[in-house]
């Protein structure tokens, strides 16, 4: 099944760090700010099924940012991404999250990602963690210079995504069971 995750979030928190070091396994110290979305794309195995991972990696320069509700749109998840040593990428939280009441599907699953936690932090875990409950979103957190917690974070919402499909078929089985007792009478 495919799953499309959207990344959006203030520039150089690592959004392209991300998606590359979940789709490659790599991380580039001298990473380049992108001016237009870059797309990866990944497959993983979660509860019997392979979630093929389509990643929009949106750049989050001010000057490119209207071009990210057109990545948005189509989006079942979307994380977003905060910089755990900038406070100010966390004051940013309310502005993507407007954005994406404004652009998403309701059904959409929103985390909120703290990334470089391998640096001096300024935003403790628990600071970030109250935000993303405020929003109704999971929290993770994350280095893409080590890789730590990337594949967490992307396994989770593959298994969020496997789960609703599951919950799905079940209810349009009970559903359709319904509809042929109703036939039947
Ligand atoms: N120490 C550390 N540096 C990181 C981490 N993730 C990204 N960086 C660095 O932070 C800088 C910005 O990373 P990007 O991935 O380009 O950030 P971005 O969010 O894609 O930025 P825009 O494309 O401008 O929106 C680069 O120099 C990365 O190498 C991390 O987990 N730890
Ligand atoms: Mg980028």
Redesign the pocket.
């Known amino acids: 099944m495919d799953l499309k995750v959207t990344i959006v979030?203030?520039?150089?928190?690592?959004?392209?760090?991300?998606a590359m070091s979940f789709a490659t396994n790599n991380?580039?110290?001298?990473?380049?700010?992108?001016s237009v979305a870059a797309f990866w794309k990944k497959s993983i195995d979660v509860n019997d099924t392979t979630v093929k991972f389509q990643i929009w990696?949106?750049?989050?320069?001010e000057l490119y940012r209207s071009m990210a509700p057109m990545y948005m749109k189509s989006a079942e998840a979307i994380f977003i991404?905060i910089d755990v040593t900038r406070p100010q990428t966390l004051a940013q939280v309310a502005f993507w999250h407007d954005q994406i009441k404004l652009n998403c599907a309701q059904s959409v699953e929103v985390y909120l990602i703290g990334?470089?936690?391998?640096?001096q932090r300024n935003v403790t875990e628990n600071e970030a963690f109250i935000v993303a409950k405020q929003f109704g979103m999971k929290y993770f957190e994350?280095?893409?210079?080590?890789g730590t917690g990337v594949n967490s974070a992307f396994q989770k919402i593959a298994e969020w995504k496997s789960q609703q499909t599951i919950c799905y078929t079940t209810e349009r089985v009970i559903e359709d069971e319904v509809e042929k007792k109703k036939c039947c009478c």
């Open positions: 979030g203030e520039t150089g928190v690592g959004k392209t760090s991300l991380f580039d110290a001298q990473q380049k700010s992108n990696d949106t750049a989050g320069q991404v990334n470089k936690i391998d640096q994350t280095s893409a210079l080590k």
